[in-house]
């Protein structure tokens, strides 16, 4: 075997040496690598993350002085059924008696919003992988209409109650009672019996709701919002495939 012969076998030999050397380097990176597709598993855990973030955030924000009271998206008015007896205290000058009323019914809410954390919680846990998937690659607030579907009658009736002793806690029941008293002595009105507990119950649901679709937006739409591995990699996954 000639030197040109021997020079050209030693160089393809390198050649192949080295091709194989980055076959198997790119092979352990590849092993070492976090697969940027997530397992269902990992769906569903990453939703319930995320769920579970969204409505403590919101409970929390709802729980707080004003909560309620100060957010005119969430603001509980003067029940809309007896509003005649809005406008016919105003007239008769008291509007502070009015505004008392909604005062306290705001206050109650917030008092008792707290109470809704562990039934959301729970309600979370429960949901299966096929729930969790769904809803990943559905809308902003998917989620959030998942858990008014399953547990709106549920909330209801764990709520009321706590709804009720909030209101007298903070004297939203007697402040009720003398303003409606008040109004049933004005003679020819017809007489006013709100259930203001059950009026209550369901403007603070409808107002949790809508605080927890937005904690739910945010964090499908602000990357900032996505504070764990898991909460990224799920939701930057569910970003590319929504494109």
Avoid at 52 to 79: S, W, Y
Avoid at 135 to 158: C, Q, V, W
Avoid at 196 to 204: E, K, W
Avoid at 218 to 227: F, G, Q, S, V, Y
Wanted: charged residues 25%; aromatic residues 6%.
């Amino acid at each position: 075997m000639n030197l040109g012969t021997i020079l050209t076998t030693t160089l393809l030999s390198l050649m192949l040496a080295c091709g194989n050397l980055n076959e198997v380097l790119t092979d352990l990176d590849t092993l070492g690598a976090p697969n940027p597709v997530p397992s269902q598993m990992e769906m569903a855990n990453g939703l319930k993350a995320a769920l579970v973030k969204g409505t403590e955030m919101g409970v929390t924000q709802l729980h707080q002085e004003g909560g309620f009271l100060n957010d005119a998206q969430v603001k509980i008015p003067f029940p809309e059924d007896v509003v005649k007896v809005k406008n016919t205290l105003i007239k008769l000058g008291l509007e502070s008696k009015v505004e008392q009323v909604v005062t306290s019914l705001n206050t109650a809410a917030e008092d008792a919003v707290i109470e809704a954390k562990p039934l959301f919680v729970n309600a979370i846990k429960e949901m299966t992988i096929m729930d969790a998937k769904e809803i990943l690659f559905g809308a902003d607030t998917a989620a959030t209409f998942y858990l008014k579907s399953k547990m709106r009658s549920e909330l209801e009736a764990a709520f009321k109650p706590k709804i009720s002793a909030s209101l007298d806690k903070v004297n939203a029941t007697r402040y009720w009672g003398d303003i409606i008293g008040t109004y049933n002595k004005i003679p020819l009105v017809n007489q006013v019996n709100e259930d203001l507990p059950a009026y209550v119950t369901d403007q603070a649901i409808e107002g949790l709701f809508l605080q927890i679709a937005k904690e739910e937006a945010a964090i499908r739409e602000n990357p900032l919002e996505r504070t764990s591995d898991i909460l990224k990699k799920v939701f930057g996954y569910a970003d590319a495939n929504n494109e």
